[in-house]
């Protein structure tokens, strides 16, 4: 009987090593979770059995789990390369029409020749989706689907709001010619108090001029606007605008619609729309004229430029004319028991009974991690340990070895005995 009890502690160190061994070999496998194995010993009691007597039978291999302890973060140049902070598994599918997922820490990702974002094993990388301004719709893995990268131009967009933010001069006095020349392609110089000049864009992407001429009046803290397209007349206004005694805007001014029609506009696009807003923080102070703040809402053609990934997992496409627009959010899961996964190599899991079934979420949210673009997750296998567990087992090894020569030594004694 003692031959056999060496013999399940030379299984249990060979185990041990193999063990250890794998760990060493993937101490730079991107996304690696390190092993260890576990033992438990064998005794062989019956019901009426004495147990102050019982001598056990050996060792025996409960299990080999693998510790999901978070691994060092290495940062590459790749936008498209994540990793994980924190708990969660990135979600993959074997093929575009594939209804089975597979679960990895390893985030090396890239395109291939059809803008889907794919790992090392071309898996497609599933994103959640979300709304045109990036809010998250779902967070069930049934509608998370693969990600392509468009590849049109980004589409133009005619502009339809422009807010404007400025300080007129207090100390400023009616213009000397009078009144405003509103059919004049070029107003004269004299007949403004101040002038600003900003690009908007018409539905074919072109870009016009918006002109705001001021006009000073002859009433008190009491100023007009009025606008014009490119050089198209008659210019349009005027938009009044009346401070009070502490050069602030009473309320907010109801915006002001400038139009052009196509046949004006000369491009081929529709006709253009726009409601000019003052805001209303607007001012009237003794300080030269200064445009604080400007924006307007359309923009011209654009060429894809780049993706990013944001740490709450939301992939964006950037363009040259300032769009960013959602593509998806990357979809994590979780399990209730990560050591129950079922490996499948290619420091992937799959699902398994012990396991559970995945739960959805989005990073940075609940138990999920959050998302490191540009970086990936290295291998959590500590060398140093490894090396001696190596010691160790190679020890325990030859213990057990010595052991059945020792019980040779023994049995050759009693068959020799004359």
Do not use: C
């Amino acid at each position: 009987m003692s031959f056999n009890t060496s013999i399940t502690g030379l299984n249990a160190a060979q185990k041990d090593l193999d063990v250890t061994s794998n760990n060493i070999a993937n101490a730079n496998s991107t996304g690696f979770k390190s092993s260890r194995a576990q033992f438990g010993d064998i005794y062989a009691v019956s019901a009426y059995g004495n147990s102050k007597t019982a001598t056990g039978q050996g060792v025996l291999t409960e299990a080999v789990q693998q510790q999901f302890t978070q691994g060092s973060l290495q940062f590459t140049n790749n936008s498209l390369d994540l990793a994980i902070s924190g708990q969660g598994f990135f979600t993959f599918q074997p093929t575009l029409d594939s209804q089975q997922s597979v679960y990895s820490r390893a985030g090396a990702l890239g395109a291939n020749k059809d803008g889907f974002i794919v790992n090392t094993n071309g898996q497609y990388l599933k994103a959640l989706p979300v709304s045109a301004n990036g809010t998250l719709q779902s967070t069930s893995l049934a509608s998370a689907k693969p990600i392509q990268l468009p590849v049109a131009a980004g589409a133009p967009k005619a502009t339809v709001n422009v807010t404007q933010s400025f300080n007129l001069p207090a100390s400023a006095t009616v213009p000397a010619v009078t009144p405003f020349d509103m059919t004049q392609a070029t107003p004269d110089p004299a007949s403004y108090t101040q002038a600003n000049s900003q690009q908007v864009y018409d539905s074919l992407g072109n870009t016009h001029t918006l002109t705001s001429y001021y006009v000073k009046t002859a009433n008190p803290n009491e100023w007009e606007v009025y606008y014009q397209v490119d050089t198209q007349t008659p210019i349009q206004g005027p938009s009044t605008l009346t401070f009070d005694a502490n050069g602030k805007l009473p309320a907010t001014p109801a915006p002001f619609n400038v139009t052009a029609t196509a046949a004006s506009l000369g491009t081929g696009a529709a006709d253009l729309s726009i409601d000019v807003q003052t805001q209303g923080d607007s001012t009237q102070y003794n300080a030269p004229f200064n445009m604080a703040a400007q924006s307007q809402d359309g923009n011209t053609t654009g060429q894809l430029t780049g993706v990013s990934v944001g740490s709450n997992g939301l992939i964006q496409a950037s363009y040259s004319n300032g769009q960013n627009i959602p593509l998806g959010m990357v979809a994590l899961a979780n399990f209730s028991n990560p050591q129950g996964l079922k490996q499948v190599g290619n420091n992937s899991w799959a699902e398994s009974v012990d396991s559970g079934a995945p739960t959805a979420g989005q990073p940075g949210t609940g138990t999920f991690g959050l998302i490191q673009g540009g970086a990936l997750e290295q291998s959590n296998v500590d060398l140093t340990q490894q090396l001696v567990n190596l010691i160790t087992a190679q020890r325990n090894f030859q213990a057990n070895a010595q052991a059945i020569q020792t019980d040779k030594t023994a049995t050759d004694s009693v068959i020799n005995i004359r």
